[in-house]
């Protein structure tokens, strides 16, 4: 469908649909997915089509579910668990980090966990804190998990078959603000890989490097940048964990600056991890210190205007790069 | 005027601590004459002066730790010093710097600490030999960054380079900007005492950057010392014992004969190939607390071998005793180590930089040794040329150990 | 002067010149050189400071001789006798 426009929610739900037309082992389960069509219409539908062994409400329990997934995966079902906001599956921790990342270590080798775990996150519809929060840094913290970051309609249409074939546990974050968001998706299914880290936009004066809803607002800033003679690459980073350390450090030794954009809250996040491998590996390419623009040190406001306020925006990414190459 | 600065002895040595003034305001100085002792990690050192002058400012206080380059004192002309005379009131008595302005204060300009650059424009610096101290900053609060590494580099392609490279000789080869300030408050600067851990260290360095930096290629050859040994014997023999000559004055002879006839070894890689016009061979001496010293024998290629026993007399109790001169630990134009007395045969040397070449001499030991279709034993002799590849090539480099021998087979035109 | 005070000169000697060592504990027979891991030029300042202290003078000839503690004894105190 090359040309036509397709929102991010219909991305997810086609790559759900080719899933569990692909594999029989493949079901769906979490609050709402079935009858509801979940919270966020992704799965509407879906119970028609593939009947509820496959479409699987539960109930509203996301340490019982989850680990229900977990022992499904080592019974060698290929389960997508969906946990509604990334605030709830905080419930459901103790499954993830002390079960599903740990299981195969534990057991010398012997039980993988082919599990995928997907949830909403962040900012953009007024879901306060209770919903709104961006923790891909607490989960990026876990070894044992692949964490995926869905950042643009590429990858919320690819992202899944792989993360399904791997055979340990991904979690997948998805961004509730861009589920009505409309993209043209490039022409061809191609395969992404799910070890690496992307270059959506070339440039040689600084590297943007973003994940999440960071990476349209740095494209959009990137072009506000091109306007006024700023080349700038902008570094989709996809995998959180474990990072993609070759594509950042070759970004920065083309550029020499690097510029980190999350909506994560500033303090031990992605960008200060990404920030100390920069250091690490590219101290003497740098041309200027490694800056950040992040998430605001807060729960996330109700009001719309104090939402916004409390994540980065385009407008604050052009004007920081701006400042920062105003002398080159 | 001259500034008189912390002279660098050495690639390893980032900076020195005032011990003592042997001058003072006023005094009249020659070339040579020594001016002050500084304490680094190779011990305490006397430095001399390399101008004819009169003793302007001292602006170094005792004990005070200062990096290399820094601005020591000032040197006048007779004619600035005469100028200077009707008014002696101004300066009263410079050692108490009671009024006298801090000399912190008097020379920041000089000082190459604080010096703000992105790494990236220091690497870039680093690698095109451009002292980073001379760029103008145009990056926020006036940091150096790449662009203007470019345009210094651009800027300074229009002048002779040559003239960039002699520059460059007599300043420290090593901006070292991360060390810290020297402390402008009372706080009391730690001296850089020497120490056989510090002397470790200052070789440390010194080894590690000519590994890293230094395309080393060796060469070898044996050499037969029955005529040198013979001819030893005879004129000891006629010597009383303290004038006994030892064979490492003959091979350090030798060693300067050739570098007369193959001076491309005698010379110094920075920024290019400078061929060095006097002959300063470094003579290695081991500690016994581990380390070594490398004072250099000053024109080893003119004294006779009787004066370089009587140097090497000098040399090696004050080496021992890390008390060198400065010209003695950075004049160096080529190194010799001779190890033979520890049993080895050959010796695989490590170039001092910004040194070119070392020769290195294992042990004379009996072996067997066929000459003219006849096998016979001889007192046999392993050296070893470990040489820079940027500067030579192994042509030249066997040529020169070729003379070394030649000229072995000939003591008594030494 | 006893060989006994001789040695204890050359002890003395051998000490500040090698201070990392015992050389009160070189075996009469024991080549001090090697023992002690003296280089030919400290060993030629040792044995003019010995020529020094006992008002010899050690000819060519002899310089190859005297590498031991017993020979090196002997040989001061044949001198200083004569």
Redesign the interface.
Known sequence: MPGQLITYRECIKQAIREALQADERVFIMGEDVGRYGGAFAVSKNLLQEFGPERIMDTPLSEAGFVGAGIGAALGGMRPIVEVMTVNFSLLALDQIANNAATLLHMSGGQFNVPLVIRMSSGVGRQLAAQHSHSWEPLFAHLPGLRILSVGTHEDARYMLAPALADPDPVIIFEYTSMLNLEKELPDSAESIEISKAKVRRAGKDISIITYGTGVYKALEAATELAAAGIDAEVVDLRVLRPLDEETIVASVAKT?RAFLVEDASRSVSVSSEVSARIMERC??????PVQRLCGAEVPIPYPKHLEDASVPQPAQIVTAIKTLLQ?? | MLEYKMPSLGADMASGSLREWRVKPGDRIKKGDIIAEIETQKGIIEIEVFEDGVIGELLVKVDELVPVGTSMATILTEEEAAGKRPAPAEAPREEKPAEAPAPAGSTTETLPHHIRA??????IAEEKGIDIATIQG???EGAI???DVEHAIAAQAAPAAGKAAVEHAAVPEEVTPEKPAPPVAEEKPIPAAATAQSIRMAVAAAMSKSNREVPHYYLETKIDMSKALAWL?DT??Q????E?L???VLLIKAVAKALNDVPALNAWWENGLQLKESIHIGYVV?L??GGIMVPAIHDTDTKSVEELMLA??DL??RARALRLRSSELADSTITVTSLG??GVETVYGVIYPPQVALVGFGGITEQPWSENGMLTVRPVLTATLAADHRASDGSTGSRFLTAIKNYLQQPEKL | MTQEEIKQALVQRLKSI???TEPGQLQPDDNIRQTL?I???DY??F??AL?EQFGI?????D?GRIQTMRELTDYIAARVKS
């Open positions: 020499n101290f003497y390419d740098l041309d200027a002398h080159a | 992105s790494p990236l424009a220091r690497r145009t990056g926020p960054l790449r662009e014997a000891n023999g010597r009383p014992v303290k006994r030892l064979p490492a081991a016994r607390t090497l007399n090696i109790p007395e520890g | 090698a201070p990392d891991g280089d030919s030029f030629l300042q044995i003019v020529d003078e050690t000819p060519e000839e310089y």
